[in-house]
């Protein structure tokens, strides 16, 4: 059975029971695919592109990851934190160079990578959604696919219609929008306008599906 492995942060990770009802996209994934593609989630919170490599996590990928498998490459929220030195990637330059060794680590144990944007925040102004939620991270990453022949999923462009098409109000559900003593783990409510209901990552990830099942 072919495994599909998810590299990416906290949009697309497996949540600790105290960060419930947050929750990612790729925990989800495997309702929506093949029973005979194996999801293998290694997506970790508040990963960038450069801190999942320096920690190590690229390199235990490179050691599992096989011949028919599949890489879906998911990253940006964390490459855009400007004052971090640890996560910081010039959407540009070093971001695009660290997406390919994502790639690279695919091709050289002959598995397929395939990018997938940043999925769009949740920021209105005027009443309208922000154009670049994610900065330009998004656009970066399909213009490294397109010179590099890889196949790109644009989780972006997908989710930030579906924010539009919702508007303002009906989009919080997709997000982790509690009032206050609503849940256990936060007592004094949430306005995250970044992460993800659990309604939210099961949607993105039947429309991340049906997008992917159109190419493996």
Partial sequence: MPKLYIAGDSLASIKLEDKRPESGWGEYLSFFI???IEVVNLAINGRSTKSYINEGSLSKIDHMIKKGDYLLISFGHNDEKIGDLTRYTNPNTDYQENLLRFARVAWKNEATPIFVTSISRRIFKDSKLVLDTVSSYPQSMKKCAKQHHILCIDAYAISHQIICDLGEEK???LFLHLDKNMHKNYPLGIEDNTHL????AKLIA???A???NKII
């Avoid at 209901?197 to 939210?200: A, E, I, T, V």
């Fill in 34 to 36: 093949s029973p005979k």
């Fill in 210 to 212: 049906i997008e992917l």
């Fill in 206 to 208: 039947s429309l991340i």
């Fill in 197 to 200: 209901s659990p309604y939210g």
């Fill in 171 to 173: 989009s919080k559900s």
